[in-house]
């Protein structure tokens, strides 16, 4: 039990000087978690890119150092004050201020609000729900709203860039199980991988992106899934057929769009932004149970390498370098 334990491992990120980061996996002392939250043992955590901005000092994600990043996890409680749960449920942690500016799942155990948890499906485990994580549980919002908004297979292909990440890789799983026809955007060498996905047809980035000074192009697509930004989403969107919706989760290729209101006008272009963070708990239950059920994945472990916490260090460095390809489960325990 924690409370026989009197420290615990975790890798905490801390400033040695001004604008100066170091990562170390050290030894917390249980004292210092609070004792209003819900005590989880973490058993697995995963690698996102906002984990790895803040594992290195991005103060537009943590605020505050030193820190333990993480914004996914899964375990068992142990102590809840709570009423919502109690010694031994299953829960995932995930979203909220996780990991951001609250201590997160890069650690053996973590504190958190009760609103800050769901209950693990029975028919997932420990290990699938984070192969899943914060990036397929951002891919279950994206699909979902295509849904929502009238795609459906046959009236078209879907768009998926960034494909070969987390959140690209998942929506090309879905969507291809969900009897789509998917054309992948991606930039790394990932034709195999994503064809074992269920990808139609890929593209390269750079073939992808029309810098053709047309207010609206030729119509390609019935359904967008943008995980990137920039100009990518901009050609996605003059690219869009008569009532497409477009979402978008990303801006790792730019912040910035540079695109006339037509598509919006003319073609009835919808463009939907997702956000896990502040998603509602209501929500994020119902499309969890929709993961480890109707949109549950015979290849899901083909889309994740699963490390120690030992080896977050060299992971979150290729992360930045952009050579992370698929999902990066963290085993805690």
Known sequence: ?????????????????????????????????????????????????????????????????????????VGVVVKSPSPAFSAGDRVIASGFDLGMNHAGGFAQYLTAPADWLVPLPEAMSFKESMIWGTAGFTAAQCVARLLENGASPGRGKILVTGASGGVGSVSVAILAKLGFEVVAVTGKDAGQFLQGLGAADILTRDGFVEDNVKLLLKEKWAGVVDTVGGRYLETA????????????????????????????????????????????????????????????????????????LDELEEKIDEMLAGKVRGRIVVKIM
């Not at 975790?10 to 002392?29: F, H, I, N, P, Q």
């Not at 994600?61 to 996914?72: A, E, L, N, Q, S």
């Not at 003059?238 to 989760?249: I, K």
């Open 1 to 73: 039990m924690a409370n026989e334990l009197k420290t615990y491992r975790a890798l905490v990120v801390c400033e040695k000087d001004k604008g100066t980061y170091s990562r170390e996996v050290k030894a917390l002392d249980f004292a210092q978690l609070p004792v209003n939250e819900v005590l989880v043992k973490v058993h697995y955590s995963s690698l996102n890119y906002k984990d790895a901005l803040s594992a290195s000092g991005n103060r537009g994600v943590t605020r505050r150092y030193p820190h333990v990043p993480g914004i996914d996890a």
């Open 237 to 308: 969107i003059r690219q869009s057929c008569y009532g497409t919706t477009v979402t978008c989760c990303g801006n790792v290729a730019s912040a910035d769009l540079h695109f006339s209101v037509y598509p919006f006008i003319l073609r009835g272009v919808t463009l939907v932004g997702i956000d896990s963070a502040q998603c509602p708990v209501y929500r994020r239950i119902e499309l969890w149970q929709k993961m480890a059920g109707e949109w549950a994945l015979d290849q899901l472990a083909d889309l994740a390498t699963v490390i120690t």
